[in-house]
C-alpha cells in the first residue's frame, strides 16, 4: 500500500500518532490526533489538542535546572534556572535542547506523504483484522482540508477511513470528507442545549443538525457518549440517547466512554489549571446504573443491544451480532499520561473527547 496522490505536499498539524489503536474504530488502526477543537469539555483528557498550535510539556518533576532551555532559545540561564512559559521565545528549540525529556513538544507540522508514510506501515494489520486509519483530535474537521487529503490517501491507498468527531464544525466540512469517510465516531455529550455549553463550551444545536445530515446521507454513523458521573448522566440525557436511536434507526451502535483521570496530569503539564480537580473516575457501580437506566428505556428496549467489552479491554473482544444499534463500553481515555513522554509511535492511547 502506497500513496502517490495529488495531494501529498498538504500540511497540517499534528498532536501524536498512534500505531496499533484498539479503541478508535473497527479492527487494528492507526489514529492521527490533529490539533484544535471548537469546545472545551470539562472532562477533556486531552487538552494538547485543543489548541490548534504548537505547544510544550513541561515536567519540573524531571527538570534537571541545567538551563539548556534557556539557552537555546536565547535567555540568560543562570545556575538552577528552569524552564519558565511566560518568556520562552522559541519552544521548539528549547524542548531539542532538553536532556532529560522535561520538555515536549506538542504539535508538530507533517504533510500527508509523511502521514501516510506510517500509516501504511501497518496495512498487513489492517487486512487482517478489518482495521484502518482513524482521524481523531481535538476535532480533525478544524483542518479540513488537510483531514480530507488523508482520507483521500488512505482510500487510494485501500485503507479503511474513520472519523472521531465532536459534530461542532459546520455541515460544509463534513461534506467534503463524506465520500472519503467509511465511519464516522460521532460524539453526543449532553442533552439540554445550555448544559451542553456549560460543559463544553457551546450548544449542541449544530452537532445535532449535523447528525441528521449525516444519517440522511446514509453514512455509517456510531454514537460515542463520554458520561461523568454526576455530571452529564442524568435520566434526561440518558433518555435523549434513546431518543436518538429511535430517531435513527441506521446508527451502528452506541459506545459508552467512562471518566477516569489519567488525563489529568496532562493539565499540569501544559500549565494548565484542571477544570475537574480530583474528579473521581467512574465506577463499576456507576457503569452498571448506566446499563440498567439504558435498557430500561422503552426507545431503547425497541432497538437491539449488544453490551461490549469491560473498561478494560480492547473493542472487538466481545462478539459481534447483526444488531442495527448496541451498546458498547470502552475507555473514555487509555492514552496514558506517561506515554507523552515516549515517541509518537509508543503512545497507548485512544480518542479524544
Given at each position: 500500500m502506497s500513496y502517490a496522490g495529488p495531494s501529498t505536499d498538504a500540511c497540517g498539524v499534528v498532536d501524536d500518532l498512534l500505531r496499533f489503536s484498539l479503541h478508535d474504530g473497527p479492527g487494528i488502526r492507526t489514529t492521527v490526533f490533529l490539533k484544535g477543537c471548537p469546545l472545551r469539555c470539562c472532562w477533556c483528557h486531552n487538552p494538547e489538542s485543543q489548541r490548534h498550535t504548537a505547544e510544550v510539556f513541561y515536567r519540573s518533576d524531571i527538570c534537571r535546572r541545567c538551563g539548556s532551555c534557556r539557552r537555546a532559545c536565547g535567555q540568560p540561564a543562570s545556575p538552577g534556572a528552569s524552564f519558565d512559559r511566560e518568556t520562552c521565545r522559541d519552544i521548539a528549540a528549547a524542548a531539542t535542547a532538553c536532556p532529560t525529556g522535561a520538555l515536549q513538544l506538542v504539535g508538530r507540522e507533517w504533510t500527508v506523504a509523511q502521514v501516510m508514510h506510517e500509516v501504511t506501515k501497518d496495512a498487513d494489520y489492517y487486512r487482517s483484522s478489518g482495521g484502518g486509519l482513524t482521524l481523531s483530535g481535538?476535532?480533525?474537521?478544524?483542518?479540513?482540508?488537510?483531514?480530507?487529503?488523508?482520507?483521500?490517501?488512505?482510500?487510494?491507498?485501500?485503507?479503511?477511513?474513520?472519523?472521531?468527531t465532536c459534530g461542532v464544525v459546520p455541515w460544509e466540512s463534513f461534506a467534503a470528507v463524506l465520500p472519503l469517510v467509511d465511519l464516522f465516531l460521532f460524539d453526543y455529550k449532553e442533552t439540554h442545549p445550555q448544559r451542553h455549553r456549560e460543559l463544553a463550551g457551546q450548544d449542541n444545536r449544530l452537532l445535532l443538525q449535523n447528525l441528521d445530515r449525516l444519517c440522511e446521507?446514509?453514512?455509517?454513523?456510531?454514537?460515542?457518549?463520554?458520561?461523568?458521573?454526576?455530571?452529564?448522566?442524568?435520566?434526561?440525557?440518558?433518555?435523549?440517547?434513546?431518543?436518538?436511536?429511535?430517531?435513527?434507526?441506521?446508527?451502528?451502535?452506541?459506545?459508552?466512554?467512562?471518566?477516569?483521570?489519567?488525563?489529568?496530569?496532562?493539565?499540569?503539564?501544559?500549565?494548565?489549571?484542571?477544570?475537574?480537580?480530583?474528579?473521581?473516575?467512574?465506577?463499576?457501580?456507576?457503569?452498571?446504573?448506566?446499563?440498567?437506566?439504558?435498557?430500561?428505556?422503552?426507545?431503547?428496549?425497541r432497538t437491539p443491544l449488544e453490551f461490549g467489552p469491560e473498561r478494560s479491554k480492547a473493542r472487538g473482544t466481545s462478539p459481534r451480532s447483526s444488531d442495527s444499534s448496541r451498546i458498547e463500553v470502552s475507555p473514555l481515555c487509555t492514552r496514558s499520561p506517561g506515554a507523552a513522554w515516549r515517541t509518537n509511535s509508543s503512545k497507548t492511547g485512544g480518542s479524544g473527547m
Open positions: 481535538g476535532e480533525p474537521l478544524m483542518q479540513v482540508s488537510f483531514a480530507a487529503a488523508l482520507f483521500d490517501a488512505g482510500r487510494r491507498a485501500g485503507i479503511h477511513t474513520c472519523l472521531d446521507a446514509g453514512a455509517a454513523v456510531r454514537l460515542r457518549c463520554p458520561l461523568v458521573p454526576g455530571i452529564n448522566d442524568s435520566p434526561e440525557h440518558l433518555a435523549g440517547i434513546a431518543r436518538l436511536c429511535e430517531q435513527h434507526p441506521t446508527l451502528q451502535g452506541v459506545e459508552l466512554m467512562p471518566f477516569h483521570r489519567s488525563g489529568a496530569p496532562r493539565y499540569e503539564h501544559l500549565g494548565r489549571e484542571d477544570p475537574l480537580p480530583g474528579y473521581p473516575s467512574a465506577s463499576e457501580e456507576d457503569i452498571a446504573r448506566w446499563h440498567a437506566a439504558l435498557t430500561a428505556l422503552p426507545a431503547m428496549s
